[in-house]
């Protein structure tokens, strides 16, 4: 890890990695649309309505999982202080962000014609809201705070404090009795979904993933320049 | 998919609005790498004229 | 210890001869408890129903109003940047005004609302959950809020930002607050709730010192 501690190190190594990340991701995602609308049977209470699940859930997944990648990153910032983590953690967030607003968006789509009801205020519903509400918080830190290694080191406790919620998202489902749909691909005792849906759902959740790595590296690397303009303006600055 | 069933509004519009909100996140993104890596390139440029005059 | 105790009580002669958060406290406390059976018209079965939320509610975010008392006035006349060389862990310190801000205005306040509780029609038989609960609660309520005021304290608009930051915290104590504070639900919900509620306090009580003091250290450096 210390090895890529050095941006323009990491750079050259994950350059190559972005388009290949996005053949994986056009792929996967061609497949997995293919599965989603084609091949995949409608369900037989909601019809056709349960194909909304191949959008959301996916969408879902990536917010819960961008939101821990950002976890972590803070975390190796505080304990490791590797110079890229606070770089890593800030440009997940806007990415993160976009899909934890999609799940909720597609899930309000999706809850109109399940439930009836656009909106409701149980455990799952309620704690991907509070998610939201946590990317938004952490994107407005590194707004507000003008000084970066300041606004770091804020930010880094924002992403420690709200992951608690993450775990409290997963469960939520189990442990209060709730509208939303108990969980039923990560479990203990194994997926409970049909396979002839299963599958649809993992390829689009690992489509969703590659696209993920590919803007967050792209993000990254812009990032990284942003910090190196900072640089040589300051170096500017000094040398007057 | 059977394009006449009850509620495919709602389905066509969370895919719809999926795909619109990706595009736009990934042209932001993009959009900025490239922007930020023409500054740095132009800089670049201009501090290694300095030096060189 | 006795240094601790010393900074405790250093906070709460402070806010008493300030008036100023507490009573601020108080005041928005009174209004939003007052203001609803008017704004809600005169059916009173409707305010009992809502009533232990209501009281709930305005405890929340009368303390999230009061939260950047704890931080502000040391941090912006130096006293702050004093403490941290101090001989008291800063992280003691930070406990220490948080528990002065639980003391001086959560505490009364979690106390006064189930007796005031009558403006609001709330049932009789609510009354001593709904204290124990917002008891319970405030501590974690005050606790979490000064992280809030921790993260917030060197932003001169910060206000928006603490009521992003706080409020997910805030969600599991409001939830499990309101299954441990109504009479009717039966005990056999609010007990656990109850404990659940004592559980989120004392993790507050860990949690809350160590990000509030790692916040202010980034400001005062």
């Known amino acids: 890890m210390q090895y890529l501690a050095n941006p323009t190190r990491f750079l050259k190594l994950t350059n190559p990695l972005i388009p290949l990340a996005w053949w994986v991701m056009f792929i996967l995602l061609a497949v997995g649309l293919y599965g989603a609308l084609v091949s995949s049977p409608p369900d037989y209470q909601q019809g056709e309505s349960v194909r909304i699940m191949y959008v959301h859930v996916p969408a879902a997944w990536m917010a819960l999982f961008v939101y821990s990648v950002m976890a972590l990153a803070s975390a190796v910032a505080v304990i490791f202080r590797h110079p890229l983590a606070d770089v890593a953690a800030k440009t997940a967030a806007p990415i993160g962000a976009v899909f934890c607003f999609l799940a909720l968006a597609t899930g309000s789509l999706w809850g109109k014609p399940m439930w009836g009801a656009w909106w409701v205020w149980d455990a799952r519903l309620t704690s991907m809201f509070v998610l939201m509400l946590l990317y938004l918080g952490y994107i407005a830190i590194w707004q507000a705070i003008d000084e970066p290694h300041r606004a770091a080191m804020i930010a880094r406790i924002v992403a420690l404090v709200g992951f608690i919620n993450v775990p409290i998202v997963k469960f939520s489902v189990d442990w209060w009795n709730s509208l939303h749909q108990p969980a039923s691909v990560f479990r203990m005792s194994g997926p409970t979904i049909a396979p002839s849906m299963l599958w649809p759902l993992l390829v689009m959740g690992l489509a969703y993933t590659f696209m993920f790595v590919a803007l967050h590296l792209i993000a990254i690397r812009a990032e990284i320049a942003a910090r190196k303009i900072r640089q040589i303006h300051i170096a500017e600055i000094g040398e007057r | 998919m059977d394009t006449a069933a009850n509620h495919v509004g709602f389905v066509m519009a969370a895919y719809l609005l999926s795909f619109l909100c990706l595009v736009a996140l990934a042209t932001f993104i993009i959009a900025r790498d490239r922007r930020l890596k023409a500054e740095v390139e132009l800089l670049e440029r201009d501090r290694n004229r300095k030096k060189t005059s | ?221």
């Open chain 3, 1 to 221: 210890m006795k240094l601790f105790l010393a900074l405790i009580r250093r906070d709460l002669v402070l806010s008493l001869r300030q008036g100023g958060g507490a009573g601020t406290a108080l005041g928005f406390f009174l209004t939003v408890v007052v203001l609803l059976p008017i704004g809600l018209g005169p059916d009173q079965a409707l305010l009992g129903r809502i009533a232990p939320g209501a009281l709930w509610i305005a405890l929340l975010l009368s303390v999230l109003l009061s939260a950047d008392r704890i931080y502000q006035q040391d941090y912006e006349d130096g006293s702050l940047d004093i403490m941290t060389m101090g001989p008291v862990p800063f992280e003691l310190v930070a406990l220490a005004k948080s528990i002065a801000h639980w003391l001086s205005t959560s505490l009364p306040l979690a106390v006064a609302a189930p007796i005031l509780g009558f403006l609001v029609n709330l049932e009789p038989g609510s009354v001593l959950p709904l204290a124990m609960a917002m008891a319970a609660g405030s501590i974690a309520l005050s606790l979490l809020a000064s992280i809030g005021a921790a993260v917030t304290v060197g932003l001169r608009r910060g206000g928006l930002l603490v009521s992003l930051l706080v409020l997910p915290l805030y969600v599991p104590v409001l939830i499990f607050g309101m299954s441990a504070s109504s009479g009717v639900s039966g005990p056999d919900i609010a007990i656990p709730s109850f404990l659940i509620l004592l559980a989120l306090a004392l993790a507050s009580l860990v949690l809350s010192p160590l990000a509030s003091a790692a916040a202010l250290r980034s400001y005062l450096k």
